[in-house]
């Protein structure tokens, strides 16, 4: 039997604050950032969750100390070590490990195996894989081509190297952080249209605070400096909590984003605002108050596509349909995430639609639903808040929002 979460309605308008944990993508840009440093760097406020205990599993293999201690939330890192010959790297379901991985692994000339687990070798590699031959690399795709498990070696030199942009960022983010290490630094050029844009700023900056610079796409020849770094809370994160005060009305605040934030993800906030939702913003914090009432939209997504899903629900209980755009990529991440949502959300008799780069949803009243999961952590956190306003909803393994969130349904019903 599936062990399955029934979410709990809340039956009075929210008021409610939180916090939630380390931005996954942050930790583990400076995970790598410091483990790359020669020196002791301390990482605080860091997210301790499956996608970054690989990452932390994955730059002690390649040399570096790492002490973690989770109820501090600090991870201090001894960089600047290097992996020993043999060296295995499991990146488990982590897309971030595994891209940023494969080409810091590279600069050591060592024989290095990096792969994960069935999801993951699901998941596309092709364009690191070319990146990191035209940087001089060697590259063996022990498994399907154009996906994991692949082994690195051979000394890469950098310079100039192409890589498309409409499947992933991370595979320019991974490069970029390699950079200021190669001999020749590196010099990336896009041979297709970017997407996740946000996510290469946020490199950039990490690689700033840790004091490498980075010139448009191109990295001179530099090395990076020990830091204190803090992190802030995850704002893919915080996009289900957003999405509880526009779906069972109310008022939540996050704490610890705010207008500076490195994270793309807290423009979630302003598309709920296009839907009627009022929102305030402070360098700390970020309020949404709704009335429940809400109006359909028509956006593109292809910025913050790691909250497509939290929209989805959220669309279902505006009074016009929702059309979401520009976000085709998402069919490669842990499920085909358009597939996926549209499936479920028809199961639950709501009318929705796929579309080539989206999906259309239209106003409905779910029923009572066992949601399928598809082992994405974001297909369990998006569908918990149709259980907000409506008896009766479940989801199976909801054990796979430890991905990013292992605390996720503790602080969903912190909220009321
Ligand atoms: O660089 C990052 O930290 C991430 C980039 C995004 O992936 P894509 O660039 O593959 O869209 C996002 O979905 C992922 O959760 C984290
Ligand atoms: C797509 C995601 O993760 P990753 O690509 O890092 O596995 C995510 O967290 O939604």
Redo the contacts with the bound molecule.
């Keep these: 039997m599936t062990l399955t979460k029934t979410v709990r309605v809340v039956g009075r308008q929210l008021d409610a604050e939180v916090r939630p944990p380390g931005s ?2 942050i930790t583990n840009r400076a995970l790598i950032c410091a483990a790359l440093a020669p020196g002791v760097s301390t990482l605080r406020g860091a997210l301790f969750a499956d ?1 970054t205990k690989a990452m932390m599993g994955a730059i002690q293999a390649l040399g570096a100390g790492v002490e973690a201690n989770e109820s501090e939330q600090t991870v201090v890192v001894r960089g600047g070590g290097a992996p020993k010959p043999g060296a295995v790297i499991d990146a488990r ?5 595994s891209r940023f991985v494969l080409p810091a692994a590279a600069l050591f000339g060592t024989r290095t195996v990096v792969d994960g687990t069935p999801q ?1 070798r699901a ?1 596309p590699f092709g364009p690191v894989f070319d990146a990191l031959r035209q940087a001089g690399a060697k590259v063996e795709e022990l498994g399907e081509p154009g996906f994991l498990p692949a082994a690195v070696s051979g000394l890469m030199r950098g310079g100039a190297v192409h890589v498309s942009g409409h499947v ?1 960022s ?1 595979f320019l983010s991974g490069l970029l952080m390699a950079g200021p290490l190669l001999g020749d630094g590196l010099a990336v050029s896009l041979t297709s249209e970017l997407v996740s844009v946000p996510y290469v700023e946020m490199t950039k900056a990490v690689m700033a605070a840790f004091g490498v610079r980075v010139d448009g796409l191109a990295v001179p020849k530099s090395s990076y400096q020990p830091c204190s770094y803090g992190i802030e809370p995850d704002a ?1 994160a915080a996009s289900y909590f957003f999405g509880a005060a526009a779906v069972a009305g109310g008022r939540v605040t996050v704490r610890g984003l705010g207008t500076g934030s490195l994270q793309g993800d807290v423009r979630f906030a302003d598309v709920l605002e296009l839907m009627g939702a009022a929102v305030t913003r402070t360098v700390d914090a970020i309020t949404v108050t709704s009335s429940g009432r809400l109006r359909g939209i028509d956006v593109d997504m292809a910025d913050i596509s ?1 909250t497509a899903q939290t929209l989805a629900a959220v669309a279902v209980f505006a009074d016009s349909p929702t059309r979401v755009r520009g976000i085709g990529f998402i069919r490669g ?2 499920t085909d995430r358009i597939g996926a949502m549209v499936t479920e959300l028809r199961r639950a008799g709501v009318d929705a639609v796929e579309d080539e780069d989206g999906f259309t949803i239209h106003p409905g009243e779910p029923r009572p639903t066992v949601f399928h999961t598809y082992e994405d ?2 297909m369990a956190m998006s569908l918990a808040l149709l259980g907000l306003r409506v008896p009766g909803i479940e989801l199976e393994d909801p054990g796979c929002v430890a ?2 969130y292992p605390g996720f349904f503790a602080d969903l019903e912190s909220l009321g």
Aim: hydrophobic fraction near 5%; proline fraction near 0%.
């Design positions: 996954k993508s996608d379901q982590s897309g971030t490990t993951l998941r992933s991370q893919s790691d991440k842990e952590h974001r991905k990013t």
